[in-house]
């Protein structure tokens, strides 16, 4: 009931500042005619785009970060982690100038956000780029978006007031305005490359201990729905290098011993793109043995306990190395006993509106085709 409670909480929490504020594309938010206005920080979109990625996944990553937002960013930060395909480096190079369309057509009453774009010479991998492209950021909000991913609309305009509010919240607490809220996730809800065909939710704890002590088993953050400050990250080093595939994770981890601040919100607001390709990477053994070093890592730092060290590695052995059939259904199963453990399954969201920007899907293809 506790946890339900917590959930609930947060609901009436944005229900709140959905019905007090409304957005002004200005950067600000006014309460009505008669209160004064009171200003939303601006922040960045951080991305990267490598050679593996597709012009379609990367222009519907970008059009649902920027253009279809109620409270778009003020800053898209996109690193070219090393070559990419002819038609990704063209849309690139012409991203100002259409971004500025877009805005200049669609919605005139509102600044286009300034778009940066960071080439690499060479692949260094995610966690490289993202430092990179930290660099190149701004504000102190940073929103992150995969460009495989797609943003719900209300996305920023959930996230970007309740992380205001929270850390005004924790401040007023605390006589010396410590507490600040730090790091701030949502639920995330899966697609299987049509994004009018939502699938699973994947809820997390809200906080607190239940958040902390969830961190010694799994992320407790869903890196494609994170907005957190860029002085906190800078503070625990940036994204680690040397972490593989587990660089979030292990930022994360190095956070929590540097004392920020977690939060999570069970509204899903990003669409995460699972199929086949995506199951298969989560299984094999060079994937068992990079988590048994990052496993390796948290034990040594203090992060997690002897015991607990065993029971992880064990738990990955269980996943990781078993057939992806069997990966594949004992995933969806824990993630639902996680989910019902937490709060139940949500509401089903609206799919998305698909703007004219996007590249068509297979279906359209065909249709226009006939």
Request: proline share 8%; glycine share 6%; with cysteine.
């Amino acid at each position: 009931m506790g946890r339900r409670r917590s959930l609930k909480a947060w609901k009436c929490t944005r229900m709140h500042i959905a019905s007090s504020l409304c957005v002004v594309y200005d950067g600000t938010v006014k309460k009505s005619d008669q209160q004064p206005t009171r200003e939303l920080p601006p922040f960045t979109l951080l991305m990267s785009v490598y050679g593996g990625n597709t012009l379609r996944e990367l222009e519907r990553a970008v059009q649902s970060g920027t253009i279809e937002q109620t409270l778009p960013p003020a800053q898209l930060v996109i690193v070219r982690d090393g070559p990419v395909p002819d038609d990704i480096q063209r849309y690139l190079d012409s991203l100002p100038s259409t971004m500025a369309v877009w805005f200049a057509v669609e919605h005139p009453d509102m600044p286009a956000p300034t778009v940066t774009v960071v080439p690499l010479e060479e692949n260094h991998g995610l966690a490289h780029a993202l430092n990179v492209g930290l660099e190149h950021c701004l504000y102190e909000y940073i929103a992150r978006a995969d460009c495989d991913d797609v943003s719900l609309p209300n996305r920023f305009a959930t996230i970007i007031p309740q992380f205001v509010a929270s850390s005004r919240a924790a401040s007023h607490a605390r006589a010396d305005g410590s507490g600040n809220v730090d790091v701030l996730g949502s639920a995330i809800r899966e697609f299987n490359d049509d994004e009018r065909e939502p699938g699973q939710v994947r809820l997390l704890p809200a906080e607190g201990a239940e958040l902390a002590k969830y961190a010694r088993l799994q992320s407790p953050i869903h890196h494609p729905s994170v907005v957190f400050r860029k002085s906190a990250v800078i503070a625990a080093g940036g994204y680690p290098e040397d972490a593989g595939r587990f660089e979030d994770y292990m930022l994360w981890e190095r956070m929590m011993l540097n004392h920020a601040q977690f939060l999570n919100v069970p509204e899903p607001l990003v669409l995460y793109r699972t199929n086949k390709e995506a199951y298969e990477r989560r299984g094999g053994f060079s994937m068992f043995v990079e988590e048994c070093r990052l496993q390796w890592r948290f034990m040594r730092d203090g992060f997690t306990t002897p015991w607990q060290f065993l029971r992880n590695v064990a738990v990955r052995a269980a996943y990781r190395l078993t057939p992806m059939a069997i990966r594949r259904r004992a995933y969806h199963a824990i993630v639902d006993k996680r989910n019902d453990a937490l709060a139940g399954a949500p509401e089903q969201p609206e799919p998305p509106k698909r703007g004219r920007h996007s590249a068509p899907d297979d279906s359209e293809d065909a249709s226009s085709a006939s």
